[in-house]
Nanobody, 115 residues
Framework: QVQLVESGGGLVQAGGSLRLSCAASITIFSISAMGWYRQAPGKQRELVASISSRLSTNYTDSVKGRFTISRDNAKKTVYLQMNSLKPEDTAVYYC?????????WGQGTQVTVSS
């Protein structure tokens, strides 16, 4: 069973930074596509950023220039560095792993940005 464990969420003031981590318990992490999603109260879950096995990245427009996704295959971990945080970034952030047409999700970590 694949497990994804997110960490790094918390409460931060607007303009501050947080770094989220997602550690995966899977031996084939290096060929997996990874993504960070978020879901705010009353809203649908949305893709924030993704990174392929070849290190190709993609960001939703609202976070471009502020967030950076990266991965460390040796540690089987994906990161989301979030800078210049805004109150509208408040949400539960989820990690997603996709490999061999199967998806796995973490339990989520809360990010709250105060104004």
């Amino acid at each position: 069973q694949v497990q994804l464990v997110e960490s790094g969420g918390g409460l931060v003031q607007a303009g501050g930074s947080l770094r989220l981590s997602c550690a995966a318990s899977i031996t084939i992490f290096s060929i997996s596509a990874m993504g960070w999603y978020r879901q705010a109260p009353g809203k649908q879950r949305e893709l924030v950023a993704s990174i392929s096995s070849r290190l190709s990245t993609n960001y939703t427009d609202s976070v471009k220039g502020r967030f950076t996704i990266s991965r460390d295959n040796a540690k089987k971990t994906v990161y989301l560095q979030m800078n210049s945080l805004k109150p509208e970034d408040t949400a539960v952030y989820y990690c997603r792993l996709t490999v061999w047409d199967r998806d796995y999700w973490g339990q989520g970590t809360q990010v709250t940005v105060s104004s």
